[in-house]
T-cell receptor, first 113, second 111 residues
Framework: DTGVSQDPRHKITKRGQNVTFRCDPISEHNRLYWYRQTLGQGPEFLTYFQNEAQLEKSRLLSDRFSAERPKGSFSTLEIQRTEQGDSAMYLC???????????FGPGTRLTVT | AQTVTQSQPEMSVQEAETVTLSCTYDTSESDYYLFWYKQPPSRQMILVIRQEAYKQQNATENRFSVNFQKAAKSFSLKISDSQLGDAAMYFCAYGNNDMRFGAGTRLTVKP
């Protein structure tokens, strides 16, 4: 296993369009996390899954955002009706168990024009 | 809500010297974990060191060590014998199911 992967690495979209990002965690990891990071800031927690169950969502995750992990493996994060304020790096991380070390992917950089 | 504060936006150290990065946090929980992550310019986050709150002994990983003061809610990172490759953003994080990060400290290492 080569680690957490994310696709695409970069996405440029026009305001109002929908975008979807994918995260493939390390195969034996049962937990998967999504974060958003803007320039000069630390990552902000968005949501996490244990297996296929979404256990917690941040208030940052408005109703335009939805995340899924249908089979407890890969996860998708969809943003509907994108806004310029959604421009950020979206990071995915995975871990085994509660408070296991989180391994991060390279991120998807979203630019909304 | 848990918050993590890193009061030093930027720090600089001479190669081979020692530097300490500060972090404080706020929580009402007794069981939690603390982490220091490094984010080099390529932006992939890497775990540097972790500390379980129930352990009194400070964690150490080679040149990296922490000073964990639970009562003061302080968790500083000491980097000894600094190397050029240590230059990066360093994030302190609080973990208990999810993870809360500080705003980061940019460390520059001067040759």
């Amino acid at each position: 296993d080569t680690g957490v992967s994310q696709d695409p690495r970069h996405k440029i979209t026009k305001r109002g369009q929908n975008v979807t990002f994918r995260c493939d965690p390390i195969s034996e990891h049962n937990r998967l996390y999504w974060y958003r990071q803007t320039l000069g800031q630390g990552p902000e927690f968005l949501t996490y899954f244990q297996n296929e169950a979404q256990l917690e969502k941040s208030r940052l995750l408005s109703d335009r955002f939805s995340a899924e992990r249908p089979k407890g493996s890969f996860s998708t994060l969809e943003i509907q009706r994108t806004e310029q304020g959604d421009s950020a790096m979206y990071l995915c991380a995975s871990s085994y168990g509660r408070n296991g070390e989180q391994y991060f992917g390279p991120g998807t950089r979203l630019t909304v024009t | 809500a848990q918050t993590v504060t890193q009061s030093q936006p930027e720090m600089s150290v001479q190669e081979a010297e020692t530097v300490t990065l500060s972090c404080t946090y706020d929580t009402s929980e007794s069981d939690y974990y603390l982490f220091w992550y490094k984010q080099p310019p390529s932006r992939q986050m890497i775990l540097v060191i972790r500390q379980e709150a129930y352990k009194q002994q400070n964690a150490t990983e080679n040149r990296f060590s922490v000073n964990f003061q639970k009562a003061a809610k302080s968790f500083s990172l000491k980097i000894s014998d600094s190397q050029l490759g240590d230059a990066a953003m360093y994030f302190c994080a609080y973990g208990n199911n999810d993870m809360r990060f500080g705003a980061g400290t940019r460390l520059t290492v001067k040759p």
